[in-house]
């Protein structure tokens, strides 16, 4: 089993940053694809950001690629989300999903990842 907690959601303005934290226990996460993924009212979660357990694997929806950064530091078994220069758009509730990886690729449908955080808002003021 994984347990994730997410945290690092609030309030910004447009053009401000949040940075993400996903903490997860249970599990050692090293040999896990980690995702962000979101969900604003009235819509489907959509995809965000994922990562590999190997070098250089990262990848980043369109919508955010440029302002948003994919990380994880494998000793803290922590992933991050750095979001800059945000929209009102991404206002919605951002999940941290874990799914375990035998090639070290990432993945990035939600069918992929098995373990799920809670999430934490991160609404943006116009």
């Known amino acids: 089993q994984v347990q994730l907690v997410e945290s690092g959601g609030g309030l910004v303005q447009a053009g401000g940053s949040l940075r993400l934290s996903c903490a997860a226990s249970?599990?050692?996460?090293?040999?896990?694809?980690m995702g962000w993924f979101r969900q604003a009212p009235g819509k489907e979660r959509e995809f965000v950001a994922a990562?590999?357990?190997?070098?250089?694997?990262?990848y980043h929806a369109d919508s955010v690629k440029g302002r948003f950064t994919i990380s994880r530091d494998n000793a803290k078994n922590t992933v991050y989300l750095q979001m800059n220069s945000l929209k009102p758009e991404d206002t919605a509730v951002y999940y941290c999903?874990?799914?375990?990886?035998?090639?070290?690729?990432?993945?990035?449908?939600?069918?992929?990842?098995?373990?799920w955080g809670q999430g934490t808002q991160v609404t943006v003021s116009s």
């Open positions: 249970g599990r050692i996460l090293s040999s896990y694809a």
């Open positions: 999903a874990a799914a375990f990886s035998y090639s070290g690729r990432y993945y990035y449908t939600t069918d992929d990842y098995r373990y």
């Open positions: 990562i590999g357990w190997s070098v250089g694997s990262t």
